[in-house]
């Protein structure tokens, strides 16, 4: 069973950054991607960022340019650097995984809430 941890999420102005991390509880032999979904209030999870194994990234448009997905492949970990936030940003973020032998795992979430 693999565990991943999220941490960074808070509360922020407008035009103010965050930085998400999501930690695997154990060491995996080989991930495909890692990323991030979001899902606000009444809507629909959806994708934000991820990360291919390979190094290819991939955004939401919402997110282009203001959003940066990282990884630490030794440490099983993802960033995501979110900058020039919005109120439409707000939402619970939650991480994903997909690993070899291991299939895909999600996070517990973690509330960004973008207000003045």
């Known amino acids: 069973q693999v565990q991943l941890v999220e941490s960074g999420g808070g509360l922020v102005q407008p035009g103010g950054s965050l930085r998400l991390s999501c930690a695997a509880s154990r060491n995996i032999f080989s991930i495909y991607s890692m990323g991030w979904y979001r899902q606000a209030p009444g809507k629909q999870r959806e994708l934000v960022a991820t990360?291919?194994?390979?190094?290819?990234?991939n955004y939401a448009d919402s997110v282009k340019g203001r959003f940066t997905i990282s990884r630490d492949s030794a440490k099983n970990t993802v960033y995501m650097e979110m900058n020039s936030l919005k109120s439409e940003d707000t939402a619970v973020y939650f991480c994903?995984?997909?690993?070899?032998?291991?299939?895909?795992?999600w996070g517990q979430g973690t509330q960004v809430t973008v207000s003045s």
């Open positions: 990360i291919t194994r390979g190094g290819n990234t």
């Open positions: 994903y995984l997909d690993g070899v032998g291991v299939g895909v795992h």
